[in-house]
Protein backbone atom coordinates (compact mmCIF):
# COMPACT_ATOMS: atom_id res chain seq x y z
CA UNK A 1 0.00 0.00 0.00
CA UNK A 2 1.23 3.51 -0.74
CA UNK A 3 2.31 5.55 2.51
CA UNK A 4 1.00 9.12 2.64
CA UNK A 5 3.04 11.51 5.13
CA UNK A 6 2.02 14.82 6.08
CA UNK A 7 3.85 17.65 7.47
CA UNK A 8 3.80 18.87 10.22
CA UNK A 9 0.74 16.98 12.36
CA UNK A 10 0.00 20.53 14.19
CA UNK A 11 0.90 24.43 13.41
CA UNK A 12 0.08 27.44 14.77
CA UNK A 13 -0.96 30.58 12.71
CA UNK A 14 -2.32 33.79 13.31
CA UNK A 15 -5.28 35.30 10.70
CA UNK A 16 -3.64 36.40 8.13
CA UNK A 17 -0.47 34.53 7.90
CA UNK A 18 0.38 31.99 4.84
CA UNK A 19 0.85 28.19 6.14
CA UNK A 20 2.04 25.54 4.10
CA UNK A 21 1.15 21.17 4.22
CA UNK A 22 3.22 19.18 2.85
CA UNK A 23 2.50 15.33 1.48
CA UNK A 24 5.03 13.07 0.73
CA UNK A 25 3.38 9.44 -0.92
CA UNK A 26 5.89 6.64 -0.59
CA UNK A 27 5.95 5.80 -4.56
CA UNK A 28 4.84 8.04 -7.46
CA UNK A 29 1.28 9.27 -7.60
CA UNK A 30 1.30 11.77 -10.44
CA UNK A 31 -0.97 14.12 -9.73
CA UNK A 32 -3.68 11.92 -8.21
CA UNK A 33 -3.76 13.69 -4.93
CA UNK A 34 -7.03 15.46 -3.04
CA UNK A 35 -6.52 17.92 0.00
CA UNK A 36 -9.51 17.89 2.36
CA UNK A 37 -10.40 19.80 5.48
CA UNK A 38 -12.37 18.98 8.83
CA UNK A 39 -13.69 20.77 11.29
CA UNK A 40 -14.83 18.96 14.95
CA UNK A 41 -17.70 17.05 14.29
CA UNK A 42 -18.37 17.44 11.10
CA UNK A 43 -17.16 15.52 7.82
CA UNK A 44 -14.31 15.73 6.03
CA UNK A 45 -14.56 18.35 3.04
CA UNK A 46 -12.70 17.83 -0.51
CA UNK A 47 -10.77 21.51 -1.34
CA UNK A 48 -8.77 20.23 -4.26
CA UNK A 49 -8.06 17.30 -6.17
CA UNK A 50 -5.94 16.81 -9.15
CA UNK A 51 -3.23 18.35 -6.61
CA UNK A 52 -4.08 21.67 -7.85
CA UNK A 53 -7.65 21.87 -8.84
CA UNK A 54 -9.70 23.60 -6.50
CA UNK A 55 -13.02 22.65 -5.96
CA UNK A 56 -16.15 24.98 -6.37
CA UNK A 57 -16.88 27.51 -3.80
CA UNK A 58 -13.35 27.08 -1.93
CA UNK A 59 -11.72 30.07 -1.87
CA UNK A 60 -9.11 30.78 -3.90
CA UNK A 61 -6.79 31.66 -1.35
CA UNK A 62 -6.09 27.71 -1.05
CA UNK A 63 -3.49 26.21 -3.31
CA UNK A 64 -1.98 22.85 -4.32
CA UNK A 65 0.40 22.27 -6.17
CA UNK A 66 3.23 18.84 -6.77
CA UNK A 67 3.60 16.01 -8.60
CA UNK A 68 4.67 12.32 -8.10
CA UNK A 69 5.96 12.23 -4.62
CA UNK A 70 5.93 15.36 -3.15
CA UNK A 71 2.70 17.95 -2.87
CA UNK A 72 1.91 20.97 -0.40
CA UNK A 73 -1.26 22.83 0.12
CA UNK A 74 -0.70 26.53 0.70
CA UNK A 75 -3.25 28.85 2.37
CA UNK A 76 -2.11 32.14 1.99
CA UNK A 77 -3.82 34.94 4.47
CA UNK A 78 -5.48 32.00 7.05
CA UNK A 79 -9.13 33.11 7.46
CA UNK A 80 -10.74 32.51 11.12
CA UNK A 81 -12.83 29.94 9.40
CA UNK A 82 -9.73 28.34 8.13
CA UNK A 83 -8.66 26.67 11.42
CA UNK A 84 -9.37 23.18 11.10
CA UNK A 85 -7.63 19.94 10.11
CA UNK A 86 -6.41 19.02 6.66
CA UNK A 87 -5.34 15.53 4.65
CA UNK A 88 -4.17 14.64 2.11
CA UNK A 89 -5.38 11.24 0.39
CA UNK A 90 -4.00 9.60 -2.45
CA UNK A 91 -6.71 8.09 -5.56
CA UNK A 92 -3.89 6.24 -7.45
CA UNK A 93 -5.61 2.96 -7.09
CA UNK A 94 -7.19 1.10 -3.87
CA UNK A 95 -6.62 0.94 -0.84
CA UNK A 96 -6.73 4.84 -0.90
CA UNK A 97 -4.68 6.14 1.87
CA UNK A 98 -5.27 8.90 3.83
CA UNK A 99 -2.06 10.90 5.42
CA UNK A 100 -2.13 11.74 9.47
CA UNK A 101 -3.40 14.91 9.13
CA UNK A 102 -2.43 18.95 9.83
CA UNK A 103 -4.04 20.31 12.69
CA UNK A 104 -4.05 24.07 11.85
CA UNK A 105 -4.52 25.95 15.21
CA UNK A 106 -4.94 29.64 16.10
CA UNK A 107 -1.31 31.28 17.59
CA UNK B 1 -30.48 18.00 -3.47
CA UNK B 2 -27.24 15.20 -3.10
CA UNK B 3 -27.02 14.02 -0.15
CA UNK B 4 -25.41 10.59 1.59
CA UNK B 5 -27.43 9.60 5.18
CA UNK B 6 -25.68 7.22 7.17
CA UNK B 7 -27.52 5.18 9.53
CA UNK B 8 -27.07 1.80 11.96
CA UNK B 9 -24.17 2.74 14.82
CA UNK B 10 -24.57 2.12 18.24
CA UNK B 11 -22.82 0.45 21.13
CA UNK B 12 -21.51 -3.39 20.39
CA UNK B 13 -19.78 -5.94 22.71
CA UNK B 14 -16.74 -7.17 20.91
CA UNK B 15 -17.25 -10.16 18.92
CA UNK B 16 -20.57 -8.99 17.55
CA UNK B 17 -22.22 -7.86 14.33
CA UNK B 18 -23.60 -4.57 13.29
CA UNK B 19 -24.83 -3.40 9.73
CA UNK B 20 -24.37 -0.14 8.54
CA UNK B 21 -26.35 1.25 5.88
CA UNK B 22 -26.15 4.90 3.79
CA UNK B 23 -28.87 5.77 1.74
CA UNK B 24 -28.42 8.39 -1.02
CA UNK B 25 -30.22 10.87 -2.90
CA UNK B 26 -29.41 12.89 -5.89
CA UNK B 27 -27.86 10.18 -7.56
CA UNK B 28 -28.12 6.35 -8.37
CA UNK B 29 -25.79 4.30 -6.45
CA UNK B 30 -25.65 1.80 -8.86
CA UNK B 31 -24.02 3.99 -11.55
CA UNK B 32 -21.20 5.21 -8.53
CA UNK B 33 -18.07 4.05 -6.77
CA UNK B 34 -18.99 3.99 -3.25
CA UNK B 35 -16.54 4.28 0.00
CA UNK B 36 -17.12 3.91 3.52
CA UNK B 37 -13.98 5.64 5.72
CA UNK B 38 -13.81 5.91 9.24
CA UNK B 39 -12.06 7.70 12.05
CA UNK B 40 -11.61 6.57 15.36
CA UNK B 41 -11.91 9.16 18.51
CA UNK B 42 -9.46 12.05 18.36
CA UNK B 43 -7.73 10.06 14.90
CA UNK B 44 -7.13 10.43 11.26
CA UNK B 45 -9.02 8.92 8.64
CA UNK B 46 -8.56 5.48 7.59
CA UNK B 47 -10.15 4.26 4.03
CA UNK B 48 -11.73 0.73 4.71
CA UNK B 49 -14.17 -0.21 1.73
CA UNK B 50 -15.34 0.80 -2.36
CA UNK B 51 -17.92 -0.69 -3.88
CA UNK B 52 -17.51 -0.32 -7.54
CA UNK B 53 -20.85 0.90 -10.52
CA UNK B 54 -19.61 -2.73 -11.84
CA UNK B 55 -20.63 -4.68 -7.90
CA UNK B 56 -16.51 -5.34 -7.89
CA UNK B 57 -15.26 -4.43 -4.19
CA UNK B 58 -12.04 -3.78 -2.38
CA UNK B 59 -11.65 -3.66 1.46
CA UNK B 60 -8.23 -2.58 3.45
CA UNK B 61 -6.12 -4.97 4.82
CA UNK B 62 -7.37 -4.31 8.49
CA UNK B 63 -11.17 -5.15 7.96
CA UNK B 64 -10.35 -7.95 5.10
CA UNK B 65 -12.46 -11.27 5.97
CA UNK B 66 -14.66 -9.12 8.45
CA UNK B 67 -16.76 -6.60 6.63
CA UNK B 68 -18.90 -6.82 3.29
CA UNK B 69 -20.04 -3.94 1.29
CA UNK B 70 -23.11 -4.23 -0.70
CA UNK B 71 -25.91 -2.36 -2.18
CA UNK B 72 -29.53 -2.58 -2.61
CA UNK B 73 -30.37 -0.17 -5.84
CA UNK B 74 -33.93 -0.45 -5.50
CA UNK B 75 -33.38 1.35 -1.97
CA UNK B 76 -30.63 3.70 -3.29
CA UNK B 77 -28.49 2.78 -0.70
CA UNK B 78 -25.10 0.84 0.27
CA UNK B 79 -24.67 -1.15 3.45
CA UNK B 80 -21.31 -1.98 5.37
CA UNK B 81 -21.77 -5.55 7.23
CA UNK B 82 -19.22 -5.69 9.74
CA UNK B 83 -18.45 -8.74 11.91
CA UNK B 84 -16.17 -10.11 14.47
CA UNK B 85 -16.20 -6.28 15.55
CA UNK B 86 -12.75 -5.19 18.01
CA UNK B 87 -12.37 -2.55 19.97
CA UNK B 88 -10.34 -1.24 17.63
CA UNK B 89 -13.37 -0.52 15.16
CA UNK B 90 -14.47 2.08 17.16
CA UNK B 91 -14.82 4.77 15.01
CA UNK B 92 -17.23 7.24 13.42
CA UNK B 93 -17.91 5.83 9.99
CA UNK B 94 -18.90 8.19 6.91
CA UNK B 95 -19.70 7.02 3.40
CA UNK B 96 -18.35 9.22 0.26
CA UNK B 97 -19.21 8.68 -3.17
CA UNK B 98 -15.93 9.02 -5.56
CA UNK B 99 -16.04 11.62 -8.47
CA UNK B 100 -15.96 10.61 -12.04
CA UNK B 101 -14.38 12.78 -14.50
CA UNK B 102 -13.04 11.71 -18.30
CA UNK B 103 -9.72 11.13 -18.87
CA UNK B 104 -6.99 12.00 -21.66
CA UNK B 105 -7.56 9.19 -23.25
CA UNK B 106 -11.18 9.53 -23.23
CA UNK B 107 -11.82 7.15 -19.90
CA UNK B 108 -14.55 7.65 -17.23
CA UNK B 109 -12.16 7.39 -14.08
CA UNK B 110 -12.38 8.01 -10.44
CA UNK B 111 -11.08 11.01 -8.79
CA UNK B 112 -11.67 11.95 -5.48
CA UNK B 113 -14.44 11.83 -2.64
CA UNK B 114 -16.40 15.01 -3.12
CA UNK B 115 -19.64 13.84 -1.59
CA UNK B 116 -19.27 12.73 2.28
CA UNK B 117 -22.13 11.49 4.61
CA UNK B 118 -22.42 13.52 8.22
CA UNK B 119 -21.22 10.01 9.72
CA UNK B 120 -22.55 7.20 12.28
CA UNK B 121 -20.58 6.41 15.52
CA UNK B 122 -19.79 2.58 16.27
CA UNK B 123 -18.62 1.83 19.61
CA UNK B 124 -17.28 -1.62 20.49
CA UNK B 125 -16.75 -2.01 23.93
CA UNK B 126 -17.99 -4.75 26.73
Known amino acids: AIRMTQSPSSLSASTGDTVTITCRASQDISTFLAWYQQKPGTAPNLLIS???TLQNGVPSRFSGSGSGTDFTLTISGLQSEDFATYYCQHYYGYPRTFGGGTRVEIK | EVQLMESGGSLVQPGGSLRLSCTVS????????MNWVRQAPGRGLEWISVIYSNGNTYNADSVQGRFIISRDNSKNTVYLQMNRLRDEDTAMYYCARVSLYTDVNGYTAQGALDIWGQGTMVTVSS
Open chain 1, 50 to 52: AAS
Open chain 2, 26 to 33: GFTVSSSF
